[in-house]
């Protein structure tokens, strides 16, 4: 009985752990993919800032 009882709760254990494991792996994935985000964002940004930069230095040499 005893042995029966302590094999379940092995299974129980493992079965949160795997659970967890799980829960984690998916926030990581999502963090990922919202720095992923995040970072092309960036790189949007810092082209448009060069693009405007290069038209300021255009317009200040015709001037």
Known sequence: MAHHIMQ???QLVR?????SMRE???RTLM???LTELNL????Q???????Q???QQQHQQHA
């Open 24 to 26: 984690n792996l998916e």
């Open 8 to 10: 379940l709760l092995g």
């Open 31 to 33: 963090m990922k993919n």
């Open 53 to 55: 930069q290069h038209q």
């Open 45 to 51: 940004l810092l082209y448009q800032a060069q693009q």
């Open 40 to 43: 092309q964002r960036q790189q």
């Open 15 to 19: 079965q949160e752990n795997e659970r």
